[in-house]
C-alpha cells in the first residue's frame, strides 16, 4: 500500500471541524451537504497499541458516511508498500477496516494515519505503534567500564492538560445535551450545576434545540419516553435508563462518555452494562470511582437519544446518619453533614427512593452541607433501613417502628370495627399516594411532550375526562374504580384524569368525580363541580360481577373471546366496544348462558383491537383486547420452500418464501446455523411479503440446512430447507491394505472416498505401472466396491497402482499406492500361544489364535509339545498332514507328567515363527476344590493394618484337595462388597492386609484355592476395629520438666510425649480453666504440644495436660512462669539501731506483688579495701541489717532486686560514716585520670563457612567486642532471625552463637551477624550449603 498523498482532487471549500470522537478532524469540501448523504467520520478509532517483538499489530476502525468512504493507510516515516509486512482488509461481520502489522519490529514504531475519504469530505485520525523488545536487552553484556547512571532510561510523566478555563459569561457546552435529557423540574439544579442563571436565555434556545433534536430522532427511533438521569444506587451501581422503539431493529445502540465509545456488554459481566427489557434500555456502571464523572449519551447510529451529566465530588460524612427508635404515628429525623456543598443527595428506604412528599420531606441546608430527612406519621411498615448517599459515598442507618397499643384502640369505642375501618382507610390513603405521585409522573411526562392539549374530549390529561369510569366494582368486586371522571368537552373534569373511585367491592359505584376539575376543553372556560359528576345509577343493590373481564390476546386471523359471570342468570347486559354498543352481527356473537356472558369474534382484524365493556344494571366491567399480527407464512409457498435445492457445483441456488405480518419485521436467513449476511456470493432480498436468498456459484462444502426467521414484535416464525451442492467425489482414502501378496495374484482394499459428492459412487478406475517402467497400462473400471485381485502379474515383481472414483458428476482425483511386490516369498507370523481348554489324565485339549499376519492365506498348522524341564519339542501331529482348524486334542500324553505347547503356522511360503509356549499344565483329571482354613487368628493389629494367621485346610480325597493358595478378603461394615486384598494367592498361612482405615470396623474372611476353583471362606464371628491393643495413657519421657522460666516476649513451647491406644483426647488446661485462644495445641498419636508464640505475664500459670482413652487416663503438670528483669526497689533508708551495725530498709520493688518469686540482695563497700562484696542474699523482705561496721570509715551499700530471669539496676544508699582527720601529715596524690575503655565493636573470630548433611544440626558462632556492649543482630539473606523461634540464638560474654536443629533446604544461603553500639557497627557474614 503506497505511503498516503491526499487522494481528493482540489475542492472549493475546505471545512475543517472536529468530531465528536476525540482526535478525529474532518474536512468538509462543500458548503452545504445534500440531504440523506454525510461526510467521512469515525465512530471508532483505532487505539494505539503496544506489543511484544515478533506479534502482530492490529488496528481496527468502525467509519461512517455515504456514500461509502474509501479507507486509506499510512505512517509518518517510511511507507506501507509491502504486503508481507502490512495488511488492510474489511471485516463485514463487525462492519470494521483492519490494518495488520506482522511480525512487528523496532523499525515499525511510528505514528501511523488512517483516512476516510468520500465526495463530501475526509476524516483522519493517527495512532501509535509501539514495540517492546521482549529477551533481547537481558542478554546483551553491558561494557564492564560503563557508569550505571547512562544505562537508566530518561523517563518524562506526562502533564495533565490543563481544564479549559470558562470565561465569564461563557456556558459550558455540555449543558444543552443534560437539558435537552432531563425533566423540567431538574432544570434549575442542572444549571445550578454549570453555573448558569440566566433561565429565560436557556429555556428559549432549548425550545429550539428541542425541535431540532426531535427530527434527529423521528430518522432512527419511533417513540422516545421516561428518560431517567443517572443516580447512584443502594447496591454501588449508578443507572440510567430510556424507553425508546427502534425503526430498525439492527440498529446501533451506543455509549458515550466525554465523546470516547465505550463498550458494554449485555451479560453484566463488564463495567459498562445494558439491560434491555423489551423497547426498555437501561445502562449501568459497577465499580464507580472517581475516574467515573463525565457526560455519558445514549445514541442510535449518529442521532443523541439521553444526555446525562455524572458527578463524583469529593465528599465525606462528617457526621453520619444515627439510628432511630420511634413509635406509630411519631416522626422520625435523619441527618448528615458533608464535608463540601451537595446540592442534591439520594435518600433510599431499603431499595425504594425516597421523595419529597406528605409523609417525607426533605431539607437542605443554605450552604448546601447539612441534609435532613423527615419521615412523618411513622408505621409500622415503614421500619427498614435508610440510606443516604452523596455522590457515590453512602452511610446507612435502621429504623424501628414499635407498636402504640393506644394508637390502635381508637378514639373512644376501640372495638374490632373502628380498628378495621381505620386500617382500610389507611390503606387507601397510601395507595392513593401511590396513584397521585404515579399521575404526576405520567402528567410531567405528557408536559414535557407537548405544551397545549388538543381538548378532544378525552381523558388523557387535557381536562376533558370520557365518561365511561366510576365502576366500583374494578372487574372483580375489589373495590377500586377507575376514577376517570365524565365529561363531554365542556369543561368538566380538572384535567387530570384522576379520582379515588372507591367503592365497597360489594358491586356499588365509586363516585369516579376526579376530583375537583377546573380545566375545560379549550383550555378557557372554568367551572367547578359541587356534586357528583355520575349520578348513582344502581338498580338492583344485589347484582354483581362474580367474575368480571379479563385482558385478552388473540392473533390475526384466529378467533377471541371475552367472558364475564355475573350474581344473578336473569339479568340481562349489553356490550361495548370504545363506547360503541355491539350486537350479533357477521362475525361477532353474543351468547348468553345463564350468569354467564359471552362476546364472541370469528376472526380477528386489527380494527377489533380496543375496550371493551361489558354492563348490566349499572354495573360495568372492562377489559381490553389486543390483537397481534405475528409473521405467517403461506402454507404454498412453505411447502414448496422446504422442498431440497439441488444444484451442481458451480451453479447458482435461490430459495423465496412469501410470509405476512406486522410491520416492520426483521428477516434472517441461516446456513448451517451460521447467520447468512450480503456480501460476495451472497444477495438478499427482502419486501413486506416476501424475502428472497440466492447463493451464486456454489460449493460442495455449501451443502447444509438453509434457514430463515422472521421476527416483529408479536412473534418469531422459522422455515428451513436443504441445499444440496453435487460435485465429483473426492480421492479414495489411504491406507491401501495389501490383503494377498503371493506368486499368484496381488489383492488389496482401500476405504471409499471421504465425500462421494452427492452421488453413489459407480465404479472406480484404475492404472498399474511396474517398477523400473516409465508407462501406466489401464486396467479399466471395476464395480463401486473398494477391493480388486490383480493376477496378470509376474512373479519377483513389485508394481503401482493408481485409483480414481467415478460418480455421475465426475471423476476423482487419483490415489497412489505404494510399491507392491508379488511373487516373493512371504512367511506367517507367530500365532498366540496356545490356550488349555480342559486337562484329563489322557488328554489335553488346546486352542488357538490365527497370526495377525497370514501372509496369503493359512494351510495349516503343527502343534508341538515338550515336558517340564526338557529342551526338545516333539511334533504333535504328522508332519504331512498339518491340523485345519485352530483347536487339537492332544492324547500321547503320560499321567501326573506336566507340559507345554507351542503352535506353527503354514502357509504357501512355509512354515512361519513358532508361538510362544503355553502355561504348563498336568496330565491329570481336574481336581477338587479346597475346604475351609482352621484356626484363623488376628495376631496384630495398628491403625492401618491387620494380621492374621490360619492353618491349612485337611484334604479329604475325592471330596477336597490341597489348597495351593489363599486369598484374603474384607469388607467395611457400611459396605456390602468385599474386596481382596492380595490379587495372586499368597502360599504362607499368614497375611497382613494394610491401607485399612484408622479406628474402622471391617468384616474378615479367607479363601483357600487350588487348580479346581476356589473354596468356601472362613471368616470372623465379629467384626474388627483397625487399632493396636488397648494401651493405658503414659508418659514417655522420663525427665519432663515440671517447672519452666521464660522471659516476658519469647516463645513458651512444651512438649509432652506419651503412648496410647486407641487414639486418645488431649485437653490441656491452664489453672484449672481452658487454656486462652492465641495459645497453639499441636496433636499427634505420640505426642502432644503447647506453643505461646510470644509470652506475656498473664500466661504465668499451672499448665495440665489430660490423656484420655477408653481404658484410663493420665495427666501432668509443668509450671510456667513468664517474667522479665525486675525493677529496682524504692530509696534506701540508713539506721544504727545497735552499735555496730546498720541496718538497711527500702521500698519494694514494683514488680513484688506480681512476682512471688522476686527477692533481694544486699552489697557492701568500704573506704579502705574499696571492692563490692555481697552481704545478704535471697532476702525477701524489706529490710538487712550489717554488721561488722568499723569506726573511722565511710560505707557505701546498694540494694538489687533479683528473680529467676536476672537482676535490676541496683539502688545506691547515701554514704554512712565518716574518716577521721589527721592533721599530722597531708599527702597529695596526682590527680588520677579516668580510663576510657570504650570502644567501637569489633569481630575478633569470624564466621566461618558451613556445608551441613541435611536433616542434621549446624552450629554457627563468632566472637566480638565493644563497648558499650554492642548489640547483635543475626540475618538470614537479609531478614532477621532474632525473633525467629525455629533458631537457637545466645550472646554470652560477646561469644555469639546460632543453632539450627534440623537443617533444609530453606535454610541455604547467607547469614550474617550485625553488632553495633553508639561508637559503630560491625558486620560478619558468611555461607551455608546443604549437601543431600
Not at 355491539?582 to 364472541?600: E, F, P, Q, R
Not at 484449672?1072 to 496433636?1083: G, K, L, P, Q, S
Amino acid at each position: 500500500m503506497p505511503k498516503h498523498s491526499d487522494p481528493t482532487p482540489a475542492a472549493p471549500v475546505e471545512i475543517k471541524r472536529r468530531s465528536r470522537v476525540p482526535g478525529v478532524m474532518i474536512t468538509q469540501y462543500v458548503e452545504l451537504v445534500p440531504r440523506g448523504c454525510s461526510t467521512p467520520d469515525f465512530i471508532r478509532k483505532p487505539f494505539s497499541v503496544t506489543i511484544p517483538g515478533g506479534k502482530t499489530a492490529i488496528f481496527r476502525a468502525i467509519i461512517s458516511g455515504d456514500p461509502i468512504p474509501t479507507v486509506t493507510w499510512g505512517r509518518t516515516k517510511g511507507d506501507t508498500v509491502d504486503p508481507e509486512k502490512y495488511r488492510a482488509r474489511y471485516d463485514e461481520r463487525n462492519r470494521e477496516y483492519i490494518f495488520e502489522v506482522v511480525a512487528a519490529g523496532a523499525d515499525h514504531i511510528d505514528t501511523y494515519k488512517f483516512f476516510a475519504t468520500n465526495v463530501y469530505g475526509k476524516a483522519v485520525c493517527t495512532s501509535n505503534l509501539n514495540v517492546t523488545e521482549v529477551g533481547i536487552k537481558k542478554q546483551q553484556a553491558a561494557p564492564p567500564n560503563e557508569d550505571f547512571r547512562k544505562m537508566l532510561k530518561k523517563t518524562t510523566m506526562p502533564k495533565k492538560k490543563p481544564k479549559k478555563v470558562q470565561k465569564e459569561g461563557e456556558i459550558d457546552p455540555a449543558i444543552w445535551d443534560v437539558l435537552l435529557s432531563a425533566q423540567k423540574k431538574d432544570y434549575e439544579r442542572i444549571c445550578f450545576e454549570f453555573g448558569v442563571t440566566d433561565f429565560r436565555f436557556i429555556l428559549k434556545k432549548l425550545n429550539l434545540m428541542k425541535k431540532e433534536r426531535e427530527k434527529e430522532q423521528a430518522k432512527v427511533v419511533e417513540k422516545v419516553s421516561d428518560l431517567k438521569q443517572i443516580e447512584v444506587r443502594r447496591d454501588g451501581r449508578a443507572e440510567f435508563e430510556v424507553d425508546m422503539q427502534l425503526k430498525d431493529p439492527n440498529s446501533q445502540v451506543l455509549l458515550y462518555k466525554d465523546g470516547v465509545m465505550l463498550d458494554y456488554s449485555t451479560n453484566g459481566d463488564n463495567k459498562y452494562n445494558l439491560d434491555q427489557r423489551g423497547t426498555k434500555y437501561c445502562f449501568s456502571i459497577k465499580d464507580l470511582g472517581a475516574g467515573d464523572a463525565g457526560l455519558y449519551q445514549v445514541d442510535v447510529d449518529e442521532a443523541n437519544i439521553l444526555s446525562t451529566n455524572f458527578q463524583v465530588p469529593d465528599v465525606e460524612f462528617d457526621t453520619t446518619l444515627k439510628d432511630c427508635k420511634a413509635k406509630e404515628g411519631e416522626d422520625a429525623t435523619f441527618e448528615c453533614v458533608l464535608s463540601v456543598p451537595v446540592g442534591k443527595i439520594m435518600w433510599y428506604k431499603d431499595d425504594v427512593v425516597l421523595e419529597e412528599g406528605e409523609r417525607c420531606e426533605i431539607v437542605v441546608s443554605e450552604d448546601k452541607k447539612s441534609h435532613k430527612l423527615v419521615m412523618k406519621d411513622l408505621d409500622v411498615a415503614d421500619q427498614g433501613t435508610i440510606t443516604a448517599i452523596a455522590g457515590i459515598v453512602p452511610c446507612k442507618a435502621s429504623l424501628e417502628v414499635a407498636e402504640d397499643p393506644n394508637r390502635r384502640k381508637g378514639k373512644g369505642s376501640g372495638d374490632d370495627d373502628d380498628e378495621a375501618a381505620r386500617l382500610a382507610a389507611e390503606k387507601a390513603r397510601r395507595q392513593k399516594e401511590k396513584d397521585d405521585l404515579e399521575a404526576k409522573r405520567r402528567a410531567q411526562a405528557e408536559r414535557d411532550a407537548t405544551e397545549v392539549g388538543d381538548g378532544s374530549g378525552l381523558g388523557d390529561g387535557s381536562g376533558l375526562g370520557d365518561g365511561s369510569g366510576g365502576d366500583g366494582s374494578g372487574g372483580d368486586g375489589s373495590g377500586l374504580g377507575d376514577g376517570s371522571g365524565l365529561g363531554d368537552g365542556s369543561g368538566l373534569g380538572d384535567g387530570s384524569g384522576l379520582g379515588d373511585g372507591s367503592g365497597d367491592g360489594s358491586g356499588k359505584d365509586g363516585d369516579g368525580s376526579g376530583g375537583d376539575g377546573d380545566g375545560s376543553g379549550d383550555g378557557k372556560k372554568k367551572r367547578s363541580r359541587t356534586g357528583p359528576l355520575v349520578p348513582e345509577s344502581v338498580i338492583d343493590p344485589g347484582v354483581h360481577f362474580a367474575s368480571g373481564l379479563l385482558d385478552t390476546t388473540a392473533n390475526k386471523g384466529d378467533s377471541a373471546e371475552l367472558c364475564c359471570v355475573l350474581s344473578s342468570e336473569s339479568c340481562e347486559g349489553a356490550w361495548y366496544k370504545d363506547g360503541k354498543k355491539l350486537k350479533s352481527t357477521d362475525g361477532i356473537t353474543i351468547v348468553k348462558d345463564g350468569a354467564t356472558h359471552k362476546l364472541i369474534i370469528d376472526s380477528c382484524s386489527e380494527d377489533d383491537s380496543g375496550r371493551y365493556r361489558f354492563e348490566a344494571d349499572g354495573r360495568k366491567s372492562e377489559a381490553m383486547l389486543t390483537i397481534q399480527d405475528p409473521p405467517k407464512i403461506d402454507a404454498d409457498s412453505l411447502k414448496n420452500f422446504r422442498e431440497p435445492v439441488i444444484v451442481r457445483a458451480g451453479e447458482n441456488a435461490s430459495f423465496k418464501l412469501e410470509f405476512k405480518g406486522k410491520e416492520p419485521m426483521k428477516v434472517q436467513w441461516f446456513k448451517q446455523d451460521e447467520e447468512v449476511l450480503p456480501g460476495h456470493h451472497v444477495r438478499t432480498d427482502s419486501s413486506d411479503s416476501h424475502s428472497s436468498l440466492l447463493l451464486s456459484k456454489c460449493q460442495r462444502r455449501d451443502t447444509g440446512e438453509i434457514k430463515i426467521k422472521i421476527k416483529n414484535e408479536h412473534g418469531t416464525i422459522e422455515a428451513d430447507t436443504k441445499l444440496i451442492v453435487l460435485d465429483k467425489p473426492t480421492p479414495p482414502q489411504p491406507p491401501v491394505e495389501v490383503v494377498e501378496s503371493s506368486l499368484n495374484a496381488i489383492e488389496m482394499k482401500w476405504r471409499p472416498p471421504k465425500d462421494d459428492g452427492g452421488c453413489p459412487i459407480t465404479n472406480y478406475i484404475m492404472e498399474r505401472q511396474q517398477l523400473g517402467r516409465n508407462t501406466w497400462v489401464k486396467i479399466g473400471e471395476i464395480p463401486g466396491q473398494p477391493s480388486y485381485r490383480d493376477t496378470d502379474i509376474d512373479r519377483g515383481r513389485k508394481y503401482t497402482y493408481r485409483i480414481r472414483a467415478k460418480n455421475a458428476e465426475g471423476i476423482s482425483d487419483m490415489m497412489v499406492t505404494d510399491d507392491i511386490a508379488a511373487g516373493s516369498l512371504c512367511f506367517p507370523g507367530a500365532p498366540a500361544p496356545p490356550k488349555v481348554a480342559s486337562a484329563f489324565k489322557d488328554c489335553i485339549n488346546l486352542t488357538w489364535v490365527a497370526p495377525a499376519n497370514t501372509g496369503g492365506g493359512i494351510l495349516g498348522y503343527n502343534l508341538e509339545k515338550r515336558k517340564r524341564g526338557s529342551n526338545l519339542w516333539t511334533l504333535v501331529n504328522p508332519a504331512d498332514e498339518p491340523i485345519k482348524e485352530k483347536k487339537y486334542a492332544v492324547k500321547d500324553v503320560i499321567e501326573g507328567a506336566e507340559y507345554e505347547f507351542r503352535v506353527t503356522a503354514i502357509n504357501v511360503s512355509g512354515l512361519g515363527e513358532p508361538s510362544a509356549p503355553s502355561e504348563l499344565v498336568f496330565a491329570r483329571d481336574p481336581k477338587k476344590r479346597p475346604g475351609k482354613v482352621t484356626d484363623l487368628k488376628l495376631t496384630g493389629s495398628s491403625y492401618n493394618s491387620l494380621s492374621l494367621s490360619w492353618a491349612k485346610p485337611k484334604a479329604v480325597d475325592g471330596v477336597e484337595d490341597e489348597a495351593k493358595g489363599y486369598y484374603v478378603e474384607i469388607r467395611p461394615i457400611d459396605c456390602m462388597d468385599w474386596s481382596r486384598c492380595n490379587s495372586t494367592a499368597a502360599i504362607q498361612t499368614s497375611y497382613t492386609a494394610v491401607g485399612l482405615k484408622s479406628m474402622a470396623m471391617y468384616w474378615v474372611r479367607v479363601i483357600a484355592t487350588n487348580d479346581g476353583g476356589e473354596g468356601e471362606p472362613q471368616g470372623f464371628d465379629n467384626y474388627i476395629i483397625a487399632m493396636p491393643p488397648p494401651v493405658k495413657p503414659r508418659f514417655t519421657d522420663r525427665n519432663m520438666k515440671t517447672f519452666l522460666v521464660v522471659r516476658s516476649g519469647n516463645t513458651v513451647r512444651v512438649h509432652i510425649n506419651f503412648e496410647a491406644s486407641p487414639m486418645p483426647d488431649i485437653t490441656w488446661l491452664k489453672d484449672n480453666m481452658a487454656v486462652a485462644h492465641r495459645v497453639t495445641i499441636t496433636n499427634t498419636h505420640k505426642g502432644s504440644q503447647l506453643l505461646i508464640p510470644t509470652a506475656e505475664r498473664k500466661d504465668t500459670g499451672i499448665y495440665t495436660i489430660i490423656v484420655k482413652n477408653m481404658v484410663g487416663q493420665e495427666t501432668f503438670n509443668v509450671e510456667i512462669r513468664v517474667t522479665d528483669d525486675p525493677k529496682p526497689p524504692g530509696p534506701i533508708e540508713l539506721d544504727e539501731n545497735v552499735k555496730g551495725t546498720v541496718t538497711l530498709s527500702w521500698l519494694p520493688s514494683p514488680d513484688e506483688k506480681r512476682d512471688d518469686r522476686l527477692h533481694y540482695m544486699v552489697m557492701k563497700r568500704d573506704s579502705v579495701k574499696r571492692t563490692w562484696r555481697i552481704v545478704g542474699d535471697r532476702l525477701f523482705n524489706n529490710k538487712f541489717t550489717v554488721a561488722n561496721i568499723m569506726p573511722g570509715r565511710e560505707y557505701n551499700f546498694r540494694v538489687f532486686s533479683k528473680n529467676d530471669v536476672g537482676m535490676s539496676q541496683p539502688v545506691l544508699a547515701p554514704t554512712w560514716g565518716t574518716i577521721s582527720k589527721r592533721e599530722k601529715s597531708t599527702l597529695n596524690f596526682p590527680e588520677s585520670k579516668p580510663l576510657d575503655l570504650e570502644c567501637a565493636p569489633k569481630f575478633l573470630l569470624p564466621l566461618k563457612f558451613h556445608s551441613a548433611p541435611q536433616g542434621y544440626e549446624c552450629y554457627m558462632s563468632c566472637a566480638v567486642k565493644g563497648n558499650p556492649r554492642p548489640h547483635v543482630t543475626w540475618y538470614h539473606n537479609n531478614v532477621s532471625l532474632n525473633t525467629d523461634t525455629n533458631y537457637f540464638i545466645s550472646n554470652t560474654c560477646g561469644v555469639c552463637s546460632m543453632l539450627i536443629l534440623r537443617v533444609g533446604p530453606k535454610n541455604i544461603g547467607e547469614y550474617k551477624v550485625v553488632a553495633d553500639n553508639p561508637l559503630g557497627v560491625a558486620e560478619c557474614a558468611t555461607q551455608l550449603t546443604v549437601r543431600e
